[in-house]
């Protein structure tokens, strides 16, 4: 499935971009390259290839590509432009062990945001360098473990997010979901996908698969140092037509 189009640095849901650019993008033998997904255990260090085949599926306003041959892996990926060789870098995400500066790092965010005192569960840690220093930040996904389905009903001491702790001085930046903050109130289960400089800036971006009552979404974040900015939000239910084949992301 094409998510989003990346188009002078400015992102578009491919909806948005509409089907004339899709198709361009996926014209017969274009090159992908798939990222290392943080989630896959063991097989997230290397870039898996490969080119598509030229059709284009319209189905439920979203636009599904096929690949020339079935890929070994699953995730997201970029399609390189004409005449632009392989320009999209990925940048593998390193796990890291869990230490107790991060619950206590990720305990402090959620104090302050939602004034409320839990000790969280980390599921994963990595280092990756987003901000371009050449030093490697911590980034910390945790999650309530009653969110591994949806809940029968929201307590106040639920919470999803992805933190970042600076590889030097300063505050950790989060995004996600806090049941006891009015401002990050809606439900959302986030997981730590990639990192890949996909609008090719020379900035890493970080991208997360957000579960939803009503689907899955992709979002797409940039750290500066400070904060995590919000690149591209896709329409909630992504990929939830029904009898959508699968595609490439």
């Not at 945790?142 to 001085?169: E, F, N």
Request: aromatic letters at 8%.
């Amino acid at each position: 499935m094409v998510v989003a189009v990346v188009n002078g640095g400015a992102w578009q849901a491919a909806a948005v971009a509409g089907k004339e650019v899709v198709a361009r993008l996926a014209r017969r033998g274009a090159a992908y390259q798939l990222f290392p997904a943080g989630a896959a255990e063991g097989t997230g260090t290397s870039t898996v290839k490969g080119t598509l085949d030229g059709k284009v599926r319209e189905e439920c306003a979203d636009f599904f590509v096929e690949l020339a041959a079935p890929a070994t892996a699953q995730g997201f990926a970029a399609v390189n432009t004409a005449d632009e060789g392989e320009v999209v870098v990925a940048g593998p995400l390193q796990g890291a062990k869990i230490e107790q500066r991060d619950v206590v790092a990720v305990a402090t965010v959620i104090e302050r945001a939602a004034k409320i005192k839990i000790k969280p569960r980390i599921e994963r840690a990595y280092h990756v360098d987003l901000d371009g220093n050449g030093k490697p930040e911590t980034v910390l996904q945790a999650t309530h473990p009653d969110l591994l389905g949806d809940p029968a009903k929201y307590k106040r001491q639920y919470y999803s997010l992805v933190v970042v702790i600076p590889d030097g001085d300063g505050q950790p930046a989060f995004t996600g979901y806090l049941q006891a903050s009015r401002d990050w109130a809606e439900f959302e289960v986030l997981s730590v996908d990639s990192v890949a400089d996909v609008d090719r800036d020379g900035k890493r971006e970080l991208l997360l698969r957000a579960r939803h009552v009503e689907g899955w979404q992709t979002q797409v974040f940039r750290y500066d140092g400070k904060a995590l900015k919000e690149l591209f939000r896709s329409v909630g239910g992504e990929g939830e037509c029904p009898e959508a084949g699968a595609g490439s992301e």
